[in-house]
Every structure is written in structure tokens, then in C-alpha cells.
């Protein structure tokens, strides 16, 4: 699975929008990008994943770039709630090559939502 | 639809014992995968299983660690002669079979070896 780069940490302030950036410059044309958070100790989140196209649900918003070497989480109105590692994981279609599906975490970056 | 169910939540052995943690996957779910997280480390994969067979198991310990996924029943990660570096949050996560879809991850069982 193509490896990303996220940056440490960042802030941003509560109610309004943190983006989330995530560089995947080896990405292959079969791999998704996938969004995670862990909040403190819990079990990690399932946020959103793409292919190609940008993705919407009620937590989210995913925009990948039309090389698809980076996309951007965007949580629209981050809330205190909303401070947590979140992890930008790139991961094979086993359909396509037969690969393990598994998931690889890097360190993630961490989101601090300020009142 | 209930969620990934682990139990225990927390767990204590003392040095030597065998520790056995379960991992109920989501209704419909036939893919399993561990994983561990060290105290102020990130999370590694341990192993991959679906029902009745291993697929990965690249980060799982050459010795005194084994796992499991039934026919009928949780899956089962077994830790042998725990020491007190086998501490650690294990999660695991279940997904269907179909290409493209989302894990979803337990609560995690806490152990601690003393």
C-alpha cells in the first residue's frame, strides 16, 4: 500500500471548518484513500473513504485532487468533540489486485479544537 | 446492528498466564483484523483472518501468539506466558468481503500484565 504524509498537529478554532490535508504522492489507480480517528484511548472512527471522486456523509467531506497524489478531510464545523488523531490511510482494492486488505496506520495527525 | 463487541474490556494476568481475547464482528462481517497499540505509540497491525483461515499474519509475534476465527463464534487472539511487554490496547476490526468497504473498530480490550 502507497505510504502518506501528514503533518503533526494542528488547531483550529470551535464552529468553524478544520482541513485536514494528506499527501499520497505513490498512490496506485486501484487504492483508495481512507479517514480514521482515535478520540484519546477509544477504538478508531471510521470517517469517510474515496476513490477518485470527492465524498460527502454526515460527519465529513473528502476532496481528492484530480492526480489523486493528496485529498483533504474537511470537518465543516469542528467542535470540541472533534480533537483527536486522525489518520489518512491509503488502501489496496483487493478485488482488483488479490492484495491483504488490511489497514496500515501511520502517527496521524492531531487535531486540537479550540473554544 | 450491533457494533465490533470485544470483551473483555479490561483484562489483568500476571507474568506467565495466558491472556484470550474476543472479538465479535459486526453482523455479516467475515473479515477480522487485530491490531496493537503500546502505551503513547501508534497502532500495528497484528493479523487478518476470515472464517476459518488466516490471510495475514505478517505482524503477529513469532512466538507465544496465536489467533483464531471460527466457523461458529468470536474471533479469539491468544497470548501465551504474557509478559509485561504484551501490555498494550488491542483493537480489532471487522469488515465484509467486498473490495472497497469500511473496517469498524471495537472498543478494545485494555491488558495488563503484572
Known amino acids: 500500500d502507497a505510504k502518506t504524509t501528514q503533518p503533526t498537529s494542528m488547531d483550529c478554532a470551535e464552529g468553524r471548518a478544520a482541513n485536514l490535508p494528506c499527501n499520497h504522492s505513490t498512490i496506485s489507480g486501484n487504492e483508495y484513500v481512507y479517514w480514521y480517528r482515535q478520540i484519546h484511548s477509544q477504538g478508531p472512527q471510521y470517517i469517510i473513504h474515496g476513490l477518485k471522486n470527492n465524498e460527502t456523509n454526515e460527519m465529513a467531506s473528502l476532496i481528492i485532487t484530480e492526480d489523486r497524489k493528496s485529498s483533504t478531510l474537511i470537518l465543516p464545523h469542528a467542535t470540541l468533540r472533534d480533537t483527536a488523531v486522525y489518520y489518512c490511510i491509503v488502501r489496496a482494492n483487493t478485488a482488483v489486485t488479490g492484495a491483504n486488505s488490511k489497514l496500515t496506520f501511520g502517527k496521524g495527525i492531531t487535531l486540537s479544537v479550540r473554544p | 446492528n450491533a457494533g465490533v463487541m470485544q470483551n473483555p474490556r479490561h483484562l489483568v494476568r500476571r507474568r506467565g498466564q495466558e491472556a484470550r481475547l474476543r472479538c465479535s464482528p459486526m453482523k455479516g462481517h467475515s473479515h477480522v483484523y487485530w491490531y496493537r497499540q503500546l502505551p503513547e505509540e501508534g497502532l500495528k497491525f497484528m493479523v487478518y483472518l476470515q472464517k476459518e483461515n488466516i490471510i495475514d499474519e505478517s505482524g503477529m509475534p513469532k512466538e507465544r501468539f496465536s489467533a483464531e476465527f471460527p466457523k461458529e463464534g468470536p474471533s479469539i487472539l491468544r497470548i501465551q506466558q504474557v509478559v509485561r511487554g504484551d501490555s498494550a490496547a488491542y483493537f480489532c476490526?471487522?469488515?465484509?468481503?467486498?473490495?472497497?468497504?469500511?473496517?469498524?473498530f471495537g472498543q478494545g480490550t485494555r491488558l495488563t500484565v503484572v
Open positions: 476490526a471487522s469488515s465484509p468481503g467486498n473490495p472497497g468497504h469500511e473496517a469498524f
